[in-house]
């Protein structure tokens, strides 16, 4: 099963004030686990860095000049991402990004159904707790000592491990005792499915208290006769 962690820096925080993409980067998991293939670009937005942004990942406008633009790349990124599962945190911030540059360029957005966002999956997990990238990391003891700056293909990588975590460790989900490995959306749906299951009725029927006594008088000096 292939899936695809993926994370962007942009120049702001939302793309239709304007803002753009400036880095942009994926790691390939195969049945959950890094296959050592990984995608990463930095982009030309086109535009100024706010002082903000900056402090955020370091990326100065001068230093993304010199680097290809989206319209150069898209095809790449599209090709290295195919059809797979994206893996993100706090995936509806990437997706309305990625979907703003790729529109932008005459291509279909991508479905919100193709993210797993881990943002999600680890407030599921522990309601009220911090479910930052870093808090993550401290909770599941990822060392994330080299993150001084936000990094795109440094983030992808530390959410690779705290996915791998937040789907059950290095035996996620086993589907019936099978050594079958299932995604976090399937998990999902199982759980689902076991929250709306209707409760079982253990009161015997008549017809089964009938076949009951039934057996039980065939029995020689049954003890369950017996009167107490």
Same mark, same amino acid.
Request: net charge negative; charged share 25%.
């Given at each position: ?20 993409? *400036?880095?942009?980067?994926c790691i ?14 930095? =982009?030309?937005?086109?535009r ?7 402090k955020v990942?370091?990326l100065?406008?001068d230093?993304?000049?010199g ?13 290295? =991402?195919?059809d797979?599962?994206? *893996? =993100?945190?706090?995936a509806?911030?990437?997706?309305r ?18 993210a797993v966002?881990?943002?999600?999956m ?8 911090q479910s930052?990238?870093d808090? $993550?990391?401290?909770?599941?003891g ?10 795109a293909?440094?983030?992808?990588? $530390?959410l690779?491990?705290?996915? $791998? ?7 996620p989900?086993?589907l ?14 199982m ?38």
């Amino acid at each position: 099963m292939r899936e695809i962690v993926l994370d962007t820096e942009t120049t702001g925080l939302d793309p239709k004030a304007g803002h753009r993409i *400036v880095e942009i980067a994926c790691i390939e998991l195969d049945n959950h686990l890094p296959t050592g293939r990984s995608y990463q670009q930095y =982009i030309n937005p086109e535009r100024d860095m706010p002082e903000e942004a900056f402090k955020v990942h370091g990326l100065s406008a001068d230093f993304l000049a010199g680097h290809p633009k989206f319209a150069d790349i898209c095809g790449d990124f599209l090709d290295f =991402i195919g059809d797979s599962l994206l *893996v =993100i945190h706090n995936a509806e911030f990437d997706m309305r990004f990625i979907n703003a540059e790729i529109s932008a360029l005459g291509h279909a957005p991508l479905p919100s159904t193709r993210a797993v966002d881990t943002l999600a999956m680890a407030r599921r997990k522990y309601p009220g707790a911090q479910s930052s990238l870093d808090a $993550l990391c401290k909770r599941f003891g990822i060392d994330n000592g080299h993150r001084n700056l936000h990094g795109a293909l440094v983030d992808a990588d $530390l959410l690779a491990a705290v996915y $791998l975590e937040l789907i059950g460790g290095r035996e996620p989900g086993l589907l019936l005792g099978a050594n079958e490995k299932i995604s976090a959306a399937e998990m999902q749906q199982m759980e689902d499915a076991r929250q709306k299951r209707p409760a079982r009725i253990h009161v015997p029927s008549e017809a089964e208290l009938a076949a009951h006594a039934a057996m039980l008088s065939r029995i020689k000096e049954s003890i369950w006769l017996r009167e107490g």
